[in-house]
């Protein structure tokens, strides 16, 4: 019964892939439909024990489920760009979801599999961002504001994942977060804010009225959050593309300082 649940599984990202098997995308959305199948020939494969003594298939197991979302922009010039470089081999980068200027959603990937696009990061004590997250590439080169469109698109997308994974608001984080000092996407006209109001990030409140006691260690809260602290400055530069955006100088000054222990009492 459980082998004959995964094999469903598994048709059933065939069935998505073959759905799109016509047009530009056809070649890898064969080549989608293979990887899968022989994904689901590895799981169906009873595991080699190595002490020699019998398997006992649990009965109790299930898909691994993400408890992330990471945001990133794509650095590109269009959504055709972007979706020619998760498609090639050689370049080993790929996405769940690519979100065009104009809204438009393309999944390139169920939410079950891993995708290969947080790289060398860190977040709190995991390491391993791929293995636990889904990455959402919004079409943008870098240095302009995301439509609204696109926003409405990525609103949709993550109401969608949250609703299906229950994933917690405070997962829902920028690629710039995880790889301080090495990545910084989302931009910095990034609509956090209006991200945290729909429930999806958390954010400061409107009005800080909390004074900044005198034993509050910024750094040690910047890892609390969940930053790398490994570089200081860097961290604090990430921290600020996220919740201030405004000037990054990698140093706080007084009202950031209170922006980020009204943050640290939220993460607590």
Known sequence: ?????????FCGLILVAMSCSSGPYGPTNKAYKKQTKELGKTIRTTPVNPTGQDFVGTTNFGLRKPNYVIIHHTAQNSTEQTLKTFITPKTQVSAHYVIGRDGMIYQMLSDYLRAWHGGAAKWGNLTDINSSSIGIELDNNGFEPFSEA???GLLTVLANLKKTH?????????HSDIAPGRKVDPNITFPWKKLAENGYGL???QVLTDSVPESFNPIEALRIIGYDIKN????IKSFQLHFVQKELTGILNEEEKQILFNLYKKYL
């Open 166 to 174: 229950t994933i917690p608001a405070a997962n829902f984080i920028g």
């Open 150 to 152: 696109q926003i409405n």
């Open 203 to 205: 954010w400061q409140d």
């Open 232 to 235: 200081p400055e860097n961290a």
């Open 1 to 9: 019964m459980l082998q004959k649940s995964i094999q469903l599984f």
